[in-house]
């Protein structure tokens, strides 16, 4: 009796929680709604619904979204209610970093139990984004306030890993004490190959971009604050240069045959240079999901599925920007790979990911056993049924910041003041005229679609 109101209780639990997030918008829903015409509504939805105001990728979607609508003091408050998740998050596994496993939450029934609290690089990249929202009102001091931010995050990133590389040693063992084999992949997961390329394997590691490191030599830069820190803007674009030597095509200054030769009645050139800075997003980030792969439990003699992380495929990308001005052009490097970092991260992890979905798919199997020999075929069945239920509905609420741009291009030139500035994105064309009247501008494209373009800038 006690067995059948368990399960009534868990099945009744299920389609109520459904039924109460019907109104949410899903993932492929988020990602399918960023077109012109759609993505007003997408972005109010997302807005008032707070249904998941306590999970961390919640608060990066809206704010990415956010940000590339123009609205960058909303946006950075919705990444500052990131921040304070995340904090709490690592403020409790600072006291105990050998149990970081259990502050991700229960993983009994699936990998989608867990609750996310991103990876490396999403938060390296929320604060870098950010950076780009202070930079657009003109705090040049707050955006490098938060490039500093974005270093200092990565050293608790570093600390987990070590910790995660711990777990999954024990887990594995645990595993084989089970009779499972954990030390391949399993036949059939849609990832293998994508984590064997040549890019993948290459990564120096799966947290620190070059994109933000070249963003953050600039940005101190502009602000003065290079040498006032020793040299921190120097520090930044070697380590830059170190993750792609690609960035050093990032700059490029006029050449001197191209330097106007006649002079104004003051003995100054008629033409007087300014410093553009043009920073293009483009594209979503592969969106998480959680893959059921058929692997042999109990020696061999049965098979069920195990769960693991996987991703569908970037969407809306650019693969060529070209930009021109009346005396120049060039073809800025893509120094943001995100589904890169996100694959190189599944690679470095999967080990211990494999190892305890097959403990879950194990301790669920048994557990079903264990039911059918004391309710008969009818309780195994049953029980089976409930933990599934329960399994692929916490699968469907796992999420990543699945707005992430998928690629990131830096360009800084020089031009003369009241030149057109032409950008090329994927052959479509956006021109505007620079100022005639400041030292330097930054002009930030967000491409979400190839009909939804938003170029905003800021002069100084």
């Known amino acids: 009796m006690r067995s059948s109101v368990l399960t009534f209780c868990l099945v009744t639990s299920f389609f109520c929680t459904a039924f109460a997030q019907a109104e949410s918008l899903n993932a492929q829903q988020i ?8 993505f007003p509504y997408t972005l109010a939805t997302l807005s008032t619904d707070k249904s998941n105001k306590d999970q961390y990728w919640y608060w990066l979607d809206l704010a990415r979204l956010q940000q590339a609508n123009g609205d960058f003091n909303l946006s950075i408050q919705s ?3 990131a921040y304070a998740i995340l904090d709490e998050y690592e403020n409790r596994a600072t006291i105990s970093l050998r149990n970081v496993g259990s502050f991700l939450g229960s993983s009994f029934l699936s990998k ?18 950010n950076a780009l929202n202070y930079l657009m009102i003109g705090d040049f001091e707050g955006s490098s306030v938060e490039m500093r931010r974005m270093e200092q995050r990565q050293e608790f990133w570093l600390k987990e890993s070590e910790e995660k590389i711990k777990e999954a040693s024990e887990e594995k063992l645990k595993a084989q004490r089970q009779g499972n084999d954990t030390s391949y ?6 990832m293998a190959a994508m984590l064997e390329d040549g890019d993948v394997r290459s990564m120096a590691n799966n947290y620190q ?8 030599s600039i940005i101190l830069d502009i602000s003065g604050q290079s040498a006032a820190s020793g040299n921190a803007g120097e520090i930044s674009l070697k380590r830059a240069l170190s993750l792609n030597p690609d960035v050093s095509k990032a700059f490029l200054k006029l050449p001197q045959n191209k330097l106007p030769s006649q002079k104004s009645d003051k003995g100054t050139p008629s033409l007087a240079k300014m410093d553009i800075t043009v920073i293009v997003l483009s594209g979503e980030a592969p969106s998480l999901k959680i893959e059921k792969v058929r692997f042999p439990i109990f020696h061999g003699a049965e098979y069920t599925s195990i769960d693991l992380p996987a991703y569908n495929p970037p969407l809306n990308d650019v693969t060529l920007v070209n930009i021109t001005t009346d005396r120049l052009r060039m073809q800025p490097p893509r120094l943001l790979k995100s589904n890169v970092m996100a694959y190189k991260t599944l690679k470095d992890e999967l080990p211990g990911e494999l190892a305890k979905s097959v403990v879950r798919a194990t301790t669920k199997a048994v557990a079903a056993k264990q039911a059918s020999d004391h309710f008969g075929i009818l309780g195994g069945f049953v029980a089976s049924l409930a933990m599934d239920a329960g399994s692929s509905f916490a699968d469907s609420g796992h999420r990543n910041w699945e707005v992430l741009p ?3 291009y830096i360009a800084k030139l020089e031009a003369y003041k009241g030149e057109t500035l032409t950008i090329t994105l994927n052959g479509q064309e956006e021109s505007f005229s620079l100022p005639s009247d400041k030292k330097g501008a930054v002009v930030l494209v967000s491409y979400l679609t190839p009909d939804n373009i ?3 800038y800021v002069t100084y």
């Open 185 to 190: 992949i399993p036949q059939g997961y849609s």
């Open 454 to 456: 938003r170029i905003d």
């Open 406 to 408: 998928n690629s990131g």
């Open 112 to 129: 989608g139990s867990e609750t996310y609290y991103g990876k490396g690089y999403e938060r390296t990249l929320m604060h870098t984004l």
């Open 209 to 216: 971009d070059p994109f933000s490191y070249t963003l953050s």
């Open 31 to 38: 990602r399918s709604g960023l077109s012109k015409n759609t």
């Open 79 to 81: 990444f500052e209610h």
